[in-house]
């Protein structure tokens, strides 16, 4: 098998030379000072069906807290110069140890912050479409995005558990954690998995709300896009839930990216991002 790392560490290097861009507004959807969502509004006309469509970015870091939404700005930045309009989640992540995510003020705050979004949506973007909204993350972002279109298929009792599946147009998770428990397995980000879920029974207590691939069908038209050569989250994570999808009865998009590592799909200064792009669109207009 060939060594990917020198190659995922050049797009590391690369998708994290952006200067950070502002947002054009910022607005909270409570009281912690992490429930923020930055806004950037599209930077082109009206496209072919109206108003600017949505793109409620969830940005990854393996949920640790080291990583905010700051780093995905310059990608939230190009898909406003493409012509959507795009809203990035911040939410609660983990501590400063190190650790990764909260339980359960991740999912709080992801599914509070998806709840807000169109109302926060037609006060911060006017001319943008909210009825029109894709949701799209990365890495642990992904898993999260994959989670948020999955809420009305949580457990009875869950406290973000939905009625009917959220207004979405679509969902399309960039090298997402997409299959916790294999990603477990596999160490996915240094053991991140467990650590937001907790170990051995607290993980089977807690999997069943969390886990993407346990919420199938969702009925919500998705799209992994995935770099063959990534290191970080192995293709064969969104590969097991597409499979998971298949066995419910739903077909779930996969797009494999020959020679693209864990962070081309969010730099734009890579071909693989405009894939990315395209993808959104294809579900957005």
């Known amino acids: 098998m060939p060594d ?43 496209g072919p069906g109206g108003p600017a469509p ?9 949920w640790r807290d080291a990583y905010d939404r700051r780093h995905l700005s310059p990608f939230a930045a190009f898909l406003a110069r493409r012509g ?20 359960p003020d991740t999912f709080d705050d992801v599914a509070a912050a998806l709840d807000a979004l169109p109302a926060l949506v037609r006060a911060h973007l ?23 279109a999955a809420r009305h298929l949580l457990p009875d009792g869950a406290p973000w558990r939905t009625d009917r599946p959220v207004p979405l147009r679509g969902v399309v998770a960039l090298a997402p954690i997409a299959d916790l428990a294999l990603a477990a397995r596999l160490d996915v980000c240094a053991d ?25 069908p969702t009925g919500i038209a998705t799209t992994l896009v995935q770099g063959r050569a990534d290191p970080v989250v192995p293709a064969a ?48 207009w």
């Open 192 to 216: 991140a998995v467990r650590q937001l879920l907790g170990a051995e029974e607290e993980f089977a207590e807690r999997q069943p709300f969390a886990d993407p691939a346990l919420l199938l």
């Open 4 to 46: 990917t790392t020198a190659g995922n560490d050049a797009e590391e290097k690369s998708a994290f030379s952006h200067p950070v861009v502002d947002p054009d507004s910022t607005a909270a959807y409570g009281d912690h000072p992490d429930q923020v969502i930055d806004f950037y509004a599209s930077r082109r006309a009206a």
């Open 54 to 62: 949505v793109v409620a970015v969830l940005h990854g870091g393996a």
């Open 126 to 148: 006017p001319g943008a479409d909210p009825d029109r909204t894709v949701v799209t993350g990365h890495s642990a972002g992904g898993h999260l995005a994959l989670w948020a």
């Open 237 to 284: 994570v969104a590969e097991s839930y597409a499979d998971a999808a298949a066995r419910a009865g739903e077909v779930v998009g996969v797009t494999l990216l020959e020679d693209v590592g864990h962070y081309a799909v969010i730099d734009p200064a890579a071909d693989a991002c405009a894939v990315v792009a395209e993808e959104i669109a294809q579900l957005a």
């Open 84 to 103: 959507f309009a795009v809203a990035s989640v911040e939410y609660r992540r983990g501590g400063s140890g190190g650790t990764a995510g909260r339980w």
